[in-house]
């Protein structure tokens, strides 16, 4: 989600590159629900919705098509069932440059 990808608050170390808008860093922080700096399933559920309020265009199109499952597969690299700020990050990028699933 370009500009969906944020360090929150608290954190020790952040990565580079990341420069999250103060939309994202509140929405990380309402949806990190059990302040672990990570996002499960559920969690990213409510940041996508709280990203897609806020007009981020991923976001909608995730929201639109109700594709959380389908985003967060592809957003969790790793696959630790977990999504860090730096996957955000990495799959939004991807998406804005037409990269990844559902583009040729």
Request: aromatic share 6%; hydrophobic share 45%; charged share 25%.
């Given at each position: 989600?370009?500009?969906?990808?944020?360090?929150?608050?608290?954190?020790?170390?952040?990565?580079?590159?990341?420069?999250?808008?103060?939309?994202?860093?509140?929405?990380?922080?309402?949806?990190?629900?059990?302040?672990?700096?990570?996002?499960?399933l559920s969690e990213f559920k409510?940041?996508?919705?709280?990203?897609?309020?806020?007009?981020?265009?991923?976001?909608?199109?995730?929201?639109?098509?109700?594709?959380?499952?389908?985003?967060?597969?592809?957003?969790?690299?790793?696959?630790?069932?977990?999504?860090?700020?730096?996957?955000?990050?990495?799959?939004?990028?991807?998406?804005?440059?037409?990269?990844?699933?559902?583009?040729?």
């Amino acid at each position: 989600m370009s500009g969906a990808a944020l360090v929150p608050v608290g954190a020790t170390a952040q990565s580079p590159g990341l420069d999250p808008t103060p939309a994202e860093i509140d929405a990380f922080l309402a949806a990190d629900a059990n302040k672990d700096a990570l996002l499960q399933l559920s969690e990213f559920k409510t940041f996508v919705r709280l990203m897609a309020d806020a007009g981020q265009p991923t976001a909608r199109q995730v929201r639109m098509f109700a594709a959380y499952r389908f985003a967060f597969r592809i957003t969790d690299k790793n696959r630790d069932r977990v999504v860090s700020p730096d996957e955000l990050r990495a799959a939004d990028d991807a998406h804005q440059r037409g990269e990844g699933a559902g583009h040729n």
